[in-house]
């Protein structure tokens, strides 16, 4: 073979991911572009929070420390700017539910530490790629203002889960452990993506 050429961040991330986020899924955001933008503000949030419950946690990794408060203060940037495009297009930020991916992910950890840490990082290295790819794909179908933004987005995105996996490699015992627990995360990845969902959310699977 001849040497391949340097991936790109994003292809990078296509790369990781067991599968493309189905056409059907991009429809319905594009039906949905109110409940898009109220479930993305979540999803900011959300993601703050994961680094701040690691924080509460794992007091003695100061490398995990400084990395999740930067990346705690950079989630929480991209809440305000969420609710501010929301806020100038009129969108009243209603309580929606949580999709089952996040839960659906979780529930593959292990029990106890350092095992549950290595698990726990390396589904937030999943759920920041996925985010990553979908804000690729929905780009160039939204308005300009959108698209710019979800452009910007998407590269915070995939240094989050370059961040993620790398902090997951230094805790993990092996390679082979870390290689283990992504084909295992990976696999119900691929089933929570591509499997018929209830509700459209920003991670859920296609509806309808
Ligand atoms: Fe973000
Ligand atoms: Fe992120």
Not at 138 to 155: G, V
Request: with cysteine.
């Amino acid at each position: 073979m001849t040497e391949h050429h340097q991936m790109s961040p994003l292809e990078a991330i296509q790369a990781f991911l067991p599968c493309r986020t189905p056409d059907r899924w991009i429809e319905n955001a594009l039906e949905n572009p109110t409940l898009m933008l109220i479930d993305h503000a979540n999803c900011e949030k959300k993601a703050a929070n994961t680094a701040l419950s690691l924080i509460n946690r794992y007091t003695d990794n100061f490398e995990l420390l400084n990395k999740m408060s930067r990346l705690a203060r950079e989630e929480m940037r991209h809440f305000e700017q969420v609710i501010g495009i929301m806020k100038r297009r009129n969108i009243a930020y209603k309580h929606v539910t949580a999709s089952r991916y996040a839960t659906g992910l979780r529930d593959l950890a292990r029990n106890s530490d350092p095992e549950k840490l290595v698990d726990v990082l390396l589904i937030g290295a999943f759920i920041e790629a996925r985010s990553c790819e979908r804000f690729a794909r929905l780009a160039p179908h939204l308005d300009a203002e959108l698209e710019k933004f979800y452009n910007s987005l998407l590269k915070s995105e995939s240094r989050h889960y370059q961040d993620y996996l790398k902090l997951a490699k230094t805790v993990a015992s092996s390679t082979d452990e870390v290689e283990k627990r992504i084909a295992l995360i990976a696999q119900r990845e691929r089933e929570l993506i591509e499997s018929p969902d209830t509700e459209f959310r920003f991670h859920s699977g296609p509806v309808g």
